[in-house]
Nanobody, 123 residues
């Protein structure tokens, strides 16, 4: 599975952005897909994940109620809708995929990674 993230940009606090993760590969629909982020000087942090069917999703507490992860398996794409953005959301956002379980918040449990897309939120 190859992944490509897009949709980042520079926005003001309170604005919205939608990130996209486009995947190649016929088996994409069987993978759990997630988003991580990494701010300068910090470790990569789990943000959200959606299971293969699209009906089960997980979020880090800091984005619950503001971010929504979804997927369109027909388009091989996963989205991260980010609303009410805060300056602390500033980071490089990465999408990742895996199909073998484990704890989703551990980056080592994700076998496939896309390149990052920069999100910058100004105050």
């Amino acid at each position: 599975v190859q992944l490509q993230a897009s949709g980042g940009g520079l926005v003001q606090a309170g604005d919205s952005l939608r990130l996209s993760c486009a995947a190649s590969g016929r088996s994409f629909r069987f993978y759990t897909v997630g988003w991580f982020r990494q701010a300068p000087g910090k470790e990569r942090e789990f943000v959200a994940a959606v299971r293969s069917g699209g009906s089960v999703a997980y979020y880090v507490d800091s984005v619950k109620g503001r971010f929504t992860i979804s997927r369109d398996n027909a388009k091989n794409t996963v989205y991260l809708q980010m609303n009410s953005l805060k300056p602390e959301d500033t980071a490089v956002y990465y999408c990742a995929a895996q199909n073998y379980g484990g704890t989703y918040d551990d980056p080592s449990n994700w076998g496939y990674w896309g390149q990052g897309t920069q999100v910058t939120v100004s105050s």
